[in-house]
């Protein structure tokens, strides 16, 4: 088969070590039943071993030779190739209790997270590698210079753990930067819901929009309608102070209050 030339504008840089390969495949753990849905198979390298653990296995990807590459190399009642952007399947359609995995474009990285949210009910777990700097974000506890506007909206969305670095040397052609593997886990039903999803969305975007700030320069002309002492957050603090459970009492304050 040809050699294939990576494509920056997919974010292809294909994984080659078969050590970490293999300490990926590990972590996933597949069961032979399971509903897995790889996003980005690239040339293979995650793909193989999982198929060899699997009775079948969802495969989105973009490029195109690639997605030819791979409908030549596997039988379609093993591998179903689905050609396409993963930022715009509808996950729901593969079923339930899905489990997602990638080596992930790190160019749609984050909105991807965020479009993923949106499925996460059908959702058992996901195991993503992305740059190691989103992953730290991702988990950051309030405080951390980490801390940000994703690390609250996914952090009450799921369970999530750091796994290990995976070094830029791991790939062909190797990245500028340490990747990291992470596991996500939806939570349930029981898990802390804000009153409306939007409006919360509204208030963590603007209270991080100028991190700097403290949160009474930052909140505008919603300051006033805020009671300070009932939700325990100070008019000083900045937006990296506030946990995800003070900002969804802080967001339910302000929409009970009338604030849109
Ligand atoms: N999984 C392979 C590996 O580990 O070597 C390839 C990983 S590479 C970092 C990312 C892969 O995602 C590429 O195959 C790329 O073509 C594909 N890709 C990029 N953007 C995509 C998108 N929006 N939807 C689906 N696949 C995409």
Redesign the pocket.
């Known amino acids: 088969m040809a050699a294939h030339q990576a494509?920056k504008r997919?974010?292809?840089?294909?994984?080659v070590d078969a050590g970490v390969i293999d300490a990926i495949v590990r972590a996933i753990d597949p069961g032979r039943a399971d509903c897995m849905i790889e996003?980005?198979?690239?040339?293979s390298?995650?793909?193989a071993p999982l198929l060899q653990r699997l009775d079948r296995l969802t495969v989105?990807?973009?490029?195109r030779d690639?997605a030819a590459r791979l409908r030549t190399q596997y039988p379609g009642d093993r591998l179903r190739v689905v050609e396409?952007?993963?930022?715009e399947v509808d996950f729901e359609s593969f079923g339930e209790r899905l489990r997602i995995v990638?080596?992930?474009?790190y160019n749609?990285s984050t909105p991807l997270l965020f479009a993923l949210m949106r499925f996460a009910d059908c959702v058992a777990d996901q195991h993503f590698m992305l740059q190691r700097e989103v992953v730290d974000r991702m988990v950051a506890a309030p405080g951390s210079s980490d801390y940000s506007r994703l690390s609250v909206m996914l952090q009450l969305r799921y369970g999530m753990r750091k796994l290990f670095d995976v070094a830029p040397e791991s790939f062909d052609p190797p990245p500028r930067v340490v990747s990291a593997i992470v596991r996500m886990v939806p939570l349930g039903p029981e898990r802390l819901q804000p009153l409306n999803a939007d409006f919360f969305e509204k208030v963590v975007q603007r209270a991080f929009s100028q991190r700097r700030k403290m949160l009474r320069g930052v909140m505008g002309d919603w300051v006033r309608a805020i009671p300070w002492d009932e939700l325990g957050i100070e008019p000083t603090w900045r937006a990296e102070q506030v946990s995800a459970p003070a900002f969804v009492a802080l967001a339910d304050a302000l929409f009970r209050a009338g604030v849109r």
Do not use: K, M, S, W
């Open positions: 494509r997919f974010g292809q840089n294909f994984l996003i980005g198979p690239g040339l390298a995650l793909t989105i990807e973009i490029d690639l396409g952007d993963a930022l990638g080596n992930l474009p749609i």
